[in-house]
């Protein structure tokens, strides 16, 4: 054992708002989470992500670096957030000058299992189980697929 170092989930250097539910084990750091935001299970969020109020975040969710998540969201079960594009053809390994940024609007609702890369969603947007978004969003609406189309208008 002498060769391993375990580590336990942890919540630190994090600033919440009111009456916040989170369920453990998480891993929350550096982060800011507004009023009335739920965390469950299994899911990591790393520093400087902003969490707008009202926010629900299901379990086994992955909130990389630089994505800030605006009012009344709901982002479902094993939705994955990606910073790093492989700009280099390979990954950043930590240069952070190389990854981009994601901007969650309010009242967006983005289903299980999609995969979110650096991108823009407007308000109002519908983001369905397992798409995957490639390019930003700026209309209301339902989208889906991969790469996630409009499905419909709002």
């Keep these: 054992m002498d060769r391993v170092n375990f580590k336990n989930s942890e919540i630190k250097d994090t600033k919440f708002g009111i009456s ?10 550096s982060a800011e989470i507004g009023d009335k935001v739920f965390i469950g299970p299994f899911v ?5 992500v902003k969490i ?3 926010t629900r975040i299901q379990s086994h969710s992955f909130i990389c ?3 800030t998540i605006g009012e009344n969201c709901f982002i479902g079960h ?8 492989f700009k280099n053809n390979g990954p950043s390994n ?6 981009s940024k994601t901007e969650i ?15 823009k969603i407007c308000d109002e947007a519908i983001i369905g189980a397992g798409a995957v978004v490639t390019k930003d969003i700026s209309l209301p609406g339902k989208y889906a697929g991969n790469p996630a189309v409009m499905l419909k208008k709002k």
């Design 20 to 29: 916040c539910s989170i369920v453990k084990p998480v891993n929350i750091y």
């Design 78 to 85: 094993g939705v994955m957030f990606i910073n790093d594009l």
């Design 94 to 99: 930590g240069n952070k000058s190389l990854w």
């Design 52 to 54: 707008g109020n009202n």
């Design 44 to 48: 990591e969020i790393q520093k400087g």
């Design 65 to 67: 670096e630089l994505v």
């Design 105 to 119: 609007g309010r009242n967006v609702s983005i289903g299980s299992n999609a995969t979110i890369l650096p991108v």
